[in-house]
């Protein structure tokens, strides 16, 4: 992926820490995804891989199990 490519990376709402999710539309087709304190090392996911990433948060599906 390439910056020239990336309009603008928005920075997740919830990040009280230095170390954030980041998001980035790239193309009508693509959507990048990365962690803020390693910007280099980034992800491309096709919209509808995006769109199942974002239900499964909402699910709860990558919550910390309440054990840890």
């Known amino acids: ?3 020239e490519r990336v309009t603008a990376w928005r920075r997740s709402t919830k990040c009280e820490s230095g170390s ?3 998001v980035a539309e790239l193309d009508l087709e693509n959507v ?3 962690n803020s304190n390693i ?3 980034s992800i491309s996911l096709g919209v509808e891989s ?3 990433f974002v239900a499964g948060v909402r699910a709860g599906e990558f919550d910390r ?3 840890l």
């Open 1 to 3: 992926m390439t910056a």
């Open 32 to 34: 990048g995804l990365r």
């Open 39 to 41: 910007p280099e090392l």
């Open 50 to 52: 995006w769109r199942e």
């Open 20 to 22: 954030c999710v980041e």
């Open 65 to 67: 199990p309440a054990s």
